[in-house]
């Protein structure tokens, strides 16, 4: 089967950086999505790695290491909004290309 | 419309009921996908459409819950016999054929 760990919480304050780990078991992986929810919204997506390093958009950041079955996400400049659930999803061979699986989130509590 | 819409936004039932759900997609997008949202939890994936047929169904709980697809396009969930547990949000989202899923706001669903 598969599976994805990621912490329950995270705190910093506002303009700090924070880093939220994901680390995965399947096979066939095929790349790791990360996906922000605020609370009573849709998950709306961040970003995709399907190879090895890091993908910069802004002041986010992921990075994934396919032989440690391993990425992160990484919030820079942090605000007030990017208080929310953060998600990473896998997409593998076993589970059809198509289907995500998520991780059960990481809350980021950003305080002033 | 320019997203993912879903109705009724909110559905309070009673144990033993049956429920429908809708999703419209976003026009044009050929994969859609349907998911379960419990309070503070993560995303279950219940089941996947490309096209009108569904090639993956692995994720629907028991056989009271059922789906389909017309035209490629709205998508309808169905619980039959509704119980306590099914209560949550529920998710759909579309895509095309991409890396990147668009969320609709969700049904939450409670039985009574």
Redesign the interface.
Known sequence: GQSLEQPSEVTAVEGAIVQINCTYQTSGFYGLSWYQQHDGGAPTFLSYNALDGLEETGRFSSFLSRSDSYGYLLLQELQMKDSASYFCAVRSMNTGFQKLVFGTGTRLLVSP | GAG?SQSPSNKVTEKGKDVELRCDPISGHT?L?W?RQSLG?????LI?F?GNSA??K?GLPSDRFSAERTGGSVSTLTIQRTQQEDSAVY?C?S?L?G????????TRLTVL
């Open positions: 993912v994969a996908y998911y939890q993560g995303l279950e994936f996947y490309q090639p993956d692995s998710l989202a895509s054929m890396n990147e899923q668009f969320f609709g706001p969700g």
